[in-house]
């Protein structure tokens, strides 16, 4: 059996160790060693990476007991290796598996939370719990979370036997039997875990949940920890500090100026509405009785265009076609009174796209504004 140096002192960086042996698997090797600080896949963490001598370690797995290292490269049987694991990222892993046991414990003793999926995500972590809880009752067990993290307390990890086990409380997705390795965050939590984790609270720096949402029969939330946490909470500072100015609002008021231009622009949305109301009834009058008519407008949307065709169409008493655009495109609504035989006939003209039903058509073409002309005088 591989020993284990990631439960000893899961602060190793650097270790030296014997190649057990090494086999080909498709174009990378599987190498054992005789002991190792590389953590297998496993708990929602994923595998640690590195190198061994000059190997790329690609992946850390776990199979039959043994520690399965996936290398890019051969490594030979006896041979003494210096080894070094991707610390930067493993020490990420450590801060977000440690602040998501920080949480379930909280929440779990708070509100009767359990735990049943956690994964550590390349940007974020996932937990799912069961029952489903608040977003205020989220932030109440975040604030706790973050109180025993500044505690800086010592983390405790252990291997009771099973009649100490018995006598432990402590949390678990499953029933486990056999050796049990229990991670112990005195204060907020006791959890069944093979995962590795910081030494102290402290190290973890900070936990910031990011959402909540309603998953299955509980809730699925997003977190980050330790440096994602700061990146994070730097990242949404600079974009608040963007924002300010260009709303010229203090770092602290960006919502209610943000607020205030939406009702701006709502007001704004308003006028212009009841302007392309007014717009349409002046051309409704305007075509009224005069049988076919051809329309040019600027700086209207699909939706406009639409409605101005079907008002106009409905007043003018035959075809009628809303064009608006510039240059060589144009959107269009054509309402022509046949089986969409004229509008088929226009799109090949004019290299248009489009089409419809029940008698209404809409696409663009592209086509200036006096080959438009051309086809209507040619065609209607």
């Given at each position: 059996?591989?020993?284990r140096?990631?439960?000893?002192?899961?602060?190793?960086?650097?270790?030296?160790?014997?190649?057990?042996?090494?086999?080909?698997c498709?174009?990378k090797?599987?190498i054992?060693?005789?002991?190792?600080?590389?953590?297998?896949?496993?708990?929602g963490?994923?595998?640690?990476?590195?190198?061994?001598?000059?190997?790329?370690v690609?992946?850390?797995r776990?199979?039959?007991?043994?520690?399965?290292?996936?290398?890019?490269?051969?490594?030979a049987?006896?041979?003494?290796?210096?080894?070094?694991?991707?610390?930067?990222?493993?020490?990420?892993?450590?801060?977000?598996?440690?602040?998501?046991?920080?949480l379930?414990?909280?929440?779990n003793?708070?509100?009767?939370?359990?735990?049943?999926?956690?994964?550590?995500?390349?940007d974020?972590?996932?937990?799912?719990?069961?029952?489903?809880?608040?977003?205020a009752?989220?932030s109440?067990?975040e604030?706790?979370?973050?109180?025993?993290?500044?505690?800086?307390?010592?983390?405790?990890?252990?291997?009771?036997?099973?009649?100490?086990?018995?006598?432990?409380p402590y949390?678990?997705?499953?029933?486990?039997?056999?050796?049990?390795?229990?991670?112990?965050?005195?204060?907020?939590?006791?959890?069944?875990?093979?995962?590795?984790?910081?030494?102290s609270?402290g190290?973890?720096?900070l936990?910031?949940?990011?959402?909540i949402?309603?998953?299955r029969?509980?809730?699925?939330?997003?977190?980050?920890?330790?440096?994602r946490?700061?990146?994070?909470?730097?990242?949404v500072?600079?974009?608040?500090?963007?924002v300010?100015?260009?709303?010229?609002?203090?770092?602290?008021?960006?919502?209610?100026?943000?607020?205030?231009?939406?009702?701006?622009?709502?007001?704004?949305?308003?006028?212009?509405?009841?302007?392309?109301?007014?717009?349409?009834?002046?051309?409704?009058?305007?075509?009224?009785?005069?049988g076919?008519?051809?329309?040019?407008?600027?700086?209207?949307?699909?939706?406009?265009?639409?409605?101005?065709?079907?008002?106009?169409?409905?007043?003018?008493?035959?075809?009628?076609?809303?064009?608006?655009?510039?240059?060589?495109?144009?959107?269009?609504?054509?309402?022509?009174?046949?089986?969409?035989?004229?509008?088929?006939?226009?799109?090949?003209?004019?290299?248009?796209?489009?089409?419809?039903?029940d008698?209404?058509?809409?696409?663009?073409?592209?086509?200036?504004?006096?080959?438009?002309?051309?086809?209507?005088?040619?065609?209607?």
């Amino acid at each position: 059996m591989t020993q284990r140096l990631y439960y000893s002192d899961p602060h190793t960086r650097e270790f030296e160790a014997t190649v057990v042996s090494c086999r080909a698997c498709g174009d990378k090797f599987e190498i054992t060693l005789d002991r190792t600080a590389f953590y297998p896949e496993g708990g929602g963490q994923p595998g640690d990476t590195g190198r061994i001598g000059v190997v790329a370690v690609t992946d850390t797995r776990e199979r039959d007991g043994e520690i399965i290292h996936i290398a890019s490269g051969s490594a030979a049987e006896g041979d003494a290796v210096r080894c070094e694991i991707d610390w930067a990222r493993r020490f990420d892993f450590m801060q977000q598996h440690s602040g998501e046991h920080i949480l379930s414990g909280i929440l779990n003793r708070r509100f009767g939370c359990e735990n049943v999926g956690f994964h550590i995500g390349a940007d974020v972590v996932t937990i799912d719990f069961a029952p489903a809880i608040t977003e205020a009752e989220l932030s109440e067990a975040e604030a706790e979370a973050n109180s025993f993290i500044r505690q800086n307390v010592n983390v405790e990890t252990f291997f009771p036997s099973e009649a100490e086990l018995c006598d432990i409380p402590y949390r678990s997705k499953k029933e486990l039997s056999g050796e049990v390795r229990i991670v112990r965050f005195p204060g907020a939590d006791t959890c069944a875990c093979c995962g590795t984790h910081v030494k102290s609270s402290g190290e973890i720096g900070l936990i910031k949940t990011l959402s909540i949402k309603k998953f299955r029969d509980g809730v699925r939330i997003e977190l980050v920890c330790g440096e994602r946490a700061y990146k994070h909470v730097c990242s949404v500072c600079e974009q608040n500090r963007a924002v300010s100015c260009m709303l010229s609002a203090k770092i602290y008021e960006t919502a209610a100026a943000v607020s205030r231009l939406l009702e701006e622009n709502a007001a704004l949305k308003r006028r212009f509405y009841e302007a392309e109301e007014q717009m349409i009834a002046d051309r409704v009058e305007k075509f009224r009785g005069k049988g076919d008519a051809l329309l040019f407008e600027d700086g209207l949307d699909p939706n406009a265009v639409r409605r101005l065709c079907d008002a106009v169409a409905g007043a003018c008493g035959g075809r009628c076609a809303v064009f608006s655009g510039g240059g060589d495109m144009y959107r269009y609504a054509v309402i022509s009174g046949d089986d969409g035989d004229f509008v088929r006939r226009m799109n090949a003209s004019l290299g248009g796209r489009g089409g419809g039903r029940d008698g209404l058509a809409q696409g663009s073409v592209s086509a200036s504004k006096e080959a438009i002309v051309e086809f209507f005088k040619a065609n209607v």
